[in-house]
């Protein structure tokens, strides 16, 4: 249980880079004002956000990726969170061992 | 539709101080951390192998605990360790952590917008505890209800322990580990993604939010290395609402 130094140094790098993209959000809409289309603007990014850190594993990673994530879209339609997560581990668990991937 | 004047701000701001007691205040919480639970379970086997890949790369159990604590984003500890050398480069990973986490500045833009009820430090202290899925499940919150710093202290408080318990738990338990693509553990946070995606659908204009995203993420991801695409779809559906926008005005 020993912290080398250049290792905490790297670490405190990391988390001041981490906070730094954390605050500096904030900080933005401190210093611009906020208007109709700065609200439309704003309010697209939580979809933007999800759809761009989901896209890759829903569209090229492979078929079980796809069909998953298409079940647990239609399980969320119907189901509450965690029972349409749970669907979609089951259906990437099976397609994977069905399809090899 | 609610108001973002600032006198109502302050109004809100003010009443919000003095009118809340104790037992809205642990019932907000508890709220937060129903909310939170299945995404604190999903947690767990990521923190684990998180622990155990650091371990492999040559860090002692506190030192994996120490950069749980303070960097608190999982997406560039990742990142971290495939680019892990000896002897480490502070330079090398506070930049790469810096672009890991660009989208970071979007996301405390939108929700930052959504915190009249918190006060100014607490507003900062939320922000750097803003991993991708306390940030989501705010986002979802703000959506339904007006958004408490104790709900949000309850999606982000447990979280967090979990996230640094299991990163010490994975680095000293180290290679007993199994693999959790094995059992299909790998797509818990991508489901929980597209489960909070389906609730930010508004109709067609969401749409094309989703298809400019979608597909600047994927052409992205195809042509550079590490995490632009995130940034990079994002900024395209950003873009897609403001080109909605132009054509309605000349339209009208």
């Known amino acids: 249980m020993t912290v080398d130094p250049n290792v905490f140094l790297a670490i405190l790098a990391m988390a001041a880079a981490t906070a730094l993209t954390r605050i500096s959000g904030l900080l933005l809409i401190r210093f611009v004002t906020i208007g109709p289309q700065q609200r439309r603007a704003l309010d697209a990014i939580p979809p933007a956000v999800l759809m761009a850190v989901i896209a890759p594993t829903a569209l090229v990673t492979g078929p079980a990726e796809t069909l998953a994530v298409l079940a647990t879209a239609l399980a969320a339609t119907r189901l509450p969170l965690l029972a349409a997560v749970a669907t979609g581990v089951v259906v990437v668990g099976v397609a994977r061992a069905v399809i090899g991937a | 539709m609610r108001s973002f004047d600032g006198t109502a701000l302050q109004v809100r701001f003010k009443c919000g101080v003095t009118g809340v007691n104790k037992k809205d205040v642990i019932r907000e919480f508890s709220g937060g951390v129903r909310a939170m639970a299945p995404l604190i379970v999903a947690v767990m086997p990521i923190g684990l192998v998180f622990g155990a890949v650091a371990a492999s790369k040559g860090l002692s159990s506190l030192e994996v605990m120490l950069m749980s604590a303070f960097v608190f984003a999982g997406g560039s500890q990742f990142v971290a360790m495939d680019i892990w050398s000896h002897p480490v480069s502070w330079g090398a990973l506070g930049f790469s952590a810096l672009l890991v986490n660009i989208r970071h500045v979007l996301m405390s833009a939108s929700i930052g917008t959504k915190m009249p009820a918190f006060s100014g430090s607490a507003k900062y202290a939320a922000m750097l505890l803003l991993a991708d899925e306390i940030w989501a499940m705010a986002e979802t919150r703000a959506a339904q209800a007006r958004l408490s710093a104790a709900w949000y202290a309850g999606l982000a408080v447990p979280f967090y322990v979990v996230w640094v318990l299991t990163s010490l738990a994975g680095a000293v338990a180290g290679a007993f580990l199994g ?39 994927v052409m992205t991801q195809q042509l550079l290395p590490g995490v632009w695409y995130i940034g990079a779809g994002a900024a395209a559906g950003v873009i897609a609402t403001l080109v909605l926008d132009r054509r309605r005005e000349v339209c009208a």
């Open chain 2, 179 to 217: 693999d959790p693509k094995a059992i299909g553990l790998d797509f818990a946070f991508p489901a929980v993604f597209v489960v909070l995606l389906m609730g930010f659908w508004k109709g067609r204009e969401t749409g094309a939010v989703l298809a400019a995203s979608a597909a600047a993420a």
